[in-house]
T-cell receptor
Framework: AQKVTQAQTEISVVEKEDVTLDCVYE???????LFWYKQPPSGELVFLIR??????QNEISGRYSWNFQKSTSSFNFTITASQVVDSAVYFC????????????FGTGTKLQVIP | DSGVTQTPKHLITATGQRVTLRCSPR?????VYWYQQSLDQGLQFLIQ???????AKGNILERFSAQQFPDLHSELNLSSLELGDSALYFC????????????FGPGTRLTVL
């Protein structure tokens, strides 16, 4: 069975602070995909990143960076110099290989960036 | 804009009623997923269709059913509605791009009174 744990339910930071959102996953499969999605107050789900299990290289995209560590089954997401527009619920998700299987989502971390 | 459309955007109905939610996937995507997001249960996978066939099933109640039509649009039917069915229902599509990546529609907010 697959499981995604986002232990941080809510985080509040002051604008310009860095913040890391934790994600721990469980799967017995050796090939899988990890995702992060953002859900702003408007409600839509926005895809942020996809990482496959064979690619442990960390990725940086602007103020966003992701740290994938297979040894600890973690896929953490860091926002540098946070902005008010980053306020949202962030979901980590796990999907199996083969493309079209169900994706298991974590319960989400609500991030509030205070001006 | 993800390219996935969902109608209606909002739906208010009474207990015991039946409703149909509609989803049109992105052009070229063969797979459609349905999710339910309620306040106390997060984002729950309901069901997946691929090119008209049911491919995977999650925590979908027997009162709920779905289908995918030849033109690849999908409908989620919810019957004998209960107060607890009030939630945001998302549709996502996949298949045109990299494996595993899903593109979500804007959601349908269902309120059962």
């Amino acid at each position: 069975a697959q499981k995604v744990t986002q232990a941080q339910t809510e985080i509040s930071v002051v604008e310009k602070e860095d913040v890391t959102l934790d994600c721990v996953y469980e799967t017995r499969d050796t090939t899988y995909y990890l995702f992060w999605y953002k859900q702003p107050p408007s409600g839509e789900l926005v895809f942020l990143i996809r990482r496959n299990s064979f690619d442990e290289q960390n990725e940086i995209s602007g103020r966003y960076s992701w740290n994938f560590q297979k040894s600890t089954s973690s896929f953490n997401f860091t926002i540098t110099a946070s902005q008010v527009v980053d306020s949202a619920v962030y979901f980590c998700a796990l999907g199996l290989s083969g493309g079209y299987q169900k994706v298991t989502f974590g319960t989400g971390t609500k991030l509030q960036v205070i001006p | 804009d993800s390219g996935v459309t969902q109608t209606p955007k909002h739906l208010i109905t009474a207990t015991g009623q039946r409703v149909t939610l509609r989803c049109s996937p992105r052009s070229g995507d063969l797979s459609v997923y349905w999710y339910q997001q309620s306040l106390d249960q997060g984002l729950q996978f309901l069901i997946q269709y691929y090119n008209g066939e049911e491919r995977a099933k999650g925590n979908i109640l027997e009162r709920f059913s779905a289908q995918q039509f030849p033109d690849l649009h999908s409908e989620l039917n919810l019957s004998s509605l209960e107060l607890g069915d009030s939630a945001l229902y998302f549709c996502a599509s996949a298949g045109g791009g990299r494996a595993g990546e899903q593109f979500f529609g804007p959601g349908t907010r269902l309120t059962v009174l």
